[in-house]
């Protein structure tokens, strides 16, 4: 019987062993960032003022890309590899390699999720737009289908399972808590001023709705 009793307690030492998490890889895992919002001021403000500055609206257009890069990412639950930039595709239950023959980088699904809870990247409910925003940004060629694709994305919403709005998807994108950066929207010049008045009536039946300036549209 003590021997039945000391093999148990190995095993179960073993399977804890077996269940913990390795030791992560010196090469930290790298989401995109989220933009930070002076530079989207400046950005709109310069398109108010009637100036074009083509060069910042490639800056905030790629920050914006590289965030939804990395939820297509997260989708498909996948990682670029920090050491060659090899996509990884990361396993539940096992060590991830990078598929790389001359990259020695892996990751298991414990660091995996932490990383992406350290780094807001979870997507939520607002995949639609994050990956339309990917999928397009692309292909947009001249200023003004650049800046109306980043309006567009940082003006929409987490949707619910009837396809109606809940809140702003642009605390995933932008710096700062959530309520800052709803206060921040509703104070931005407009690009479009029929599509910012829909966005504020939008949000005014969302749970961001007590963040609306009553003075807002007055001051546009």
Known sequence: MRTLLVMSKQTSQSTQRDDSPVQPHPAKIRWGARLPMPKLKKLYEADAAGIQDIELCDEVGSYLYSRCRTFALVKNTEVECPSCGTVVAVAKDEVSHCSNSDCDWYTDFHNYW???????????????????????????????????????????????????????????????????????????????????????????????????????????
């Open 114 to 220: 932490k990383s992406i809870q350290n780094h807001y990247a979870w997507f939520g409910r607002g995949l639609g737009a994050f990956l339309g925003f990917y999928e397009r940004y692309p292909a947009a060629r001249t200023y003004r289908q650049k800046i109306v694709l980043i309006d567009q994305l940082i003006h929409s919403f987490h949707m619910d399972e009837a396809g109606q709005p809940v809140k702003s998807v642009a605390s995933k994108l932008l710096e700062g808590n959530k309520n800052d950066v709803v206060r921040f929207l509703d104070d931005l010049s407009a690009i479009d001023k029929d599509a910012k008045t829909q966005w504020r009536g939008v949000t005014a039946t969302t749970v961001n709705a007590r963040l609306l300036s009553p003075s807002a549209e007055d001051s546009e």
